[in-house]
């Protein structure tokens, strides 16, 4: 049986009600470096990057009520999201989950936050765990997924 082998924890994403008034504990108290902001708009979701050590914290502010994380943060309160494991194919990663039985919330990955592939496994086959599979730009062909 093919396992899964991812190469590192990418990031961890926290659900935040307001980027604004989130970042200051990170960069004023943590003492960790703010690397940027993007807004997904296939999420509806906009994104604050903060740098720590080789994994990133990404504070994730819905940009629409029906969002994704809008309905997390409506059932759950804020909080830890999801944790992304790094892959360098995220399509054959995804293929080898779903042999194994594990529930997928995206069969095929899609475009996410600076140009990398992301797909989600469905927490209800994780331990209760959102995991998100996700592949760098810098490790895709384009020619490939399009």
Known sequence: MQEIKPNQINHI??????????????T????????????VESESVRVAFIEIGEITIELLEATSPDSPIARFIEKKGEGIHHIALQTDNCEKQLDVIRKQGIKL??????EGAHGSL????????TNK???ELCQP???????DVE
């Open 13 to 26: 994403g926290i659900a935040v009600k307001d980027l604004d008034s989130s970042i200051p504990f990170y």
């Open 28 to 39: 004023d108290i943590l003492g960790l470096k703010l690397v940027g902001i993007e807004t």
């Open 105 to 110: 919330i995206n069969e095929v990955p899609k």
């Open 118 to 125: 992301v797909a989600f496994l469905h927490p209800s086959s």
């Open 129 to 131: 765990v959102l995991f």
């Open 137 to 143: 730009a810098s490790n895709i062909d384009r020619e």
